[in-house]
């Protein structure tokens, strides 16, 4: 009941949202969807529920961890959005609460599922859910990054279809068409072959929605085009429910005995998406742009630490929700610079400031969280002797590190708006951020003993162990 | 049976013909809507027993693909008023070429793989071949209605390898693909629309403004 009730609430507040003529009503909605979801999430981390559907739904420790960071930042993001649109109101009008809300429904539908068609049928509609947000302005502009977007995205998502019905005759009968469980149990039963064609298209079409090199030219038009918030949602917590699909993938071909096949295809990806990332870095002007460069890099480093496995995958499912706060921290600080116009009439020294810390959690900086995870997959590279990948990522970060340092920097000591007095930054615009930079810096410092258990086993499911 | 569902694919795979040689936007479309009523009939001719699974499938896909989205691409024509030609970047006796290519390639393919036996096995050369084709359009076709025209017939290419599980896979399932399938196309077609009132073309290449600079 409660998986049901996760995918259900944010649905029916969608419908809800939709039906309402007056902004402050479709506000109410979004907020009392977000912590609703929230608390059923904290919920179903206490209870763990059985699963559902006839095993279609179900709750394990990789899809509670990604569920639960879909929702802290959804919540956050829903808090934003009551800022944001005080001061912008999007073309959409009526539809963009209940675009964010059924993005929520069907991140969640991603989260719960275990059965792949049903995974592909979540993944499908975040994509579509999406559309709409990013063009909002209905200008040139965003009209060609929502059109780039769109076509890539449906295109890689119909080949990952075809990898599911791959996936499907591989099986060929072995256990519950397509459910997670037997797919992983009767993993030896599977066809070699098809399983090994079946994962090409899976990671090609999932790892597109993830933004991997070379599969993530959609990213910074997309990202540099949406409104801050939206990209904080997408560079969060879509590209979350896509490694959650990879991830899926992986599980399924290691439990079939073709590791040896799909890791070096994993490294190969994380460490083209990293050199790629570097390489549009340098010398990137914009800023929203930029952070896209940043994600294509970061989904580098969840691909690399899936292929690594061992201490690898540990690393890469805490990389994933380290990753999701940071980058709804820096879209959010980004999105408030731009709203204000960067050039710049006002000063905003708190969004600024939150910039700053942004910029030294995105580059795996201690005390932050992305430093221990970074660590962890590294540290797997060494450990299994792949001296030259660990190399080339330090050498690749490093590069990443002065490139984002100093076009951030830049932008935070930018030519001084003058006269202007310092604009009061609203306390919903600013709160957000504020609560996503404490929450990686916490996770940098302390992680809860039942974080670990569920990342330890969501790790052991991966081929990979704690640390 | 096996007769009819040969038949039924051999005609899949020439609308995807139709699609390549046609000059004109509007035949693109009636081509399309013909392949998904063919994707509707299919079902029913590979799995005669006739169960209420099978005829859901059937008539929804029929009312998804064969009425309901070629309606509203015609509609997107109409509305904003696009040009009725197709204007290639491959040209179209190329293209035809090509195609054969592609179909001859699919049948290659599909001859050295594992196969599952019976009937169904002849699902999948045509399955290859439209994927390739869906593909093909999408790349040589620079205007963006026929490129969504591409996608959907990439989509029935999927859908037909989808066809080898059909009984595997439940209805709540396909119902919910050929929803996702459904409303990819209606954003599209919005967009569309909104693309040429705003360049005064549906031609996709110029869509190039977001650059890294």
Redesign the interface.
Known sequence: MILLGLVAVPALAAAGAYAHREAPWRTAWLITGALLHLGLVAFAWASRPGPALGGWLALDALGSIVLATVSVLFAVIASYTVGYLRWEQPRGGRAFVSCLLVFLAAASLVALSHHFVLLWIGLEATTLAVAPLIFHRHDRRSLEAVWKYLVISSVAIALALLGVFFLATAQAGAGRPLVLEDLVAQGTRLHPDWLKAAFIFLLVGFGTKMGLAPLHTWKPDAYGEAPGLVGGLMAGALTSCAFLAVARSTQVALAAGVGPFIRPLLLAFGLLSLGVAAAFLVGQTDLRRLLAYSSVEHMGLLALGLGLGAAGSYGAVLHMINNAFVKGLLFLAAGNLLLRGAAGTHRTPVSAGLLLVGLFAVTGSPPFGTFLSEFAILGAAFQGGHYWIAGTALALLALIFVALAVRILGVIHGPSPGAAEAARESPWLVAGPIALALAVLLLGVYLPSALVDALGAAAGALGGRAP | MARLVELLLLLVILTNFIVLGTTRLSTCIRAVALQGFLLGVLPLALYPRGELHTWGLALGTVAVKAVILPRFLRWAIREAAVRREVEPRVGYALSLLLGVAAVAVAFAISGR??L?EGARAMLVPAALAT?ILG?FV?ITRSK?LV?VVG?LM??N??YL??L??VE??PFL?EA??L??VF??VF??GI?VF??NR??DSLD?TR????V??
């Open positions: 793989l594992p599952p994927v593909l999408l963006a490129q996608y990439l989509e290419g999927v390898f989808g080898t599980h595997e896979v399932v919910g693909v929803l996702d409303v990819g954003i599209m967009v909104h693309i705003e360049f996709s869509l190039s403004e977001l890294d600079r």
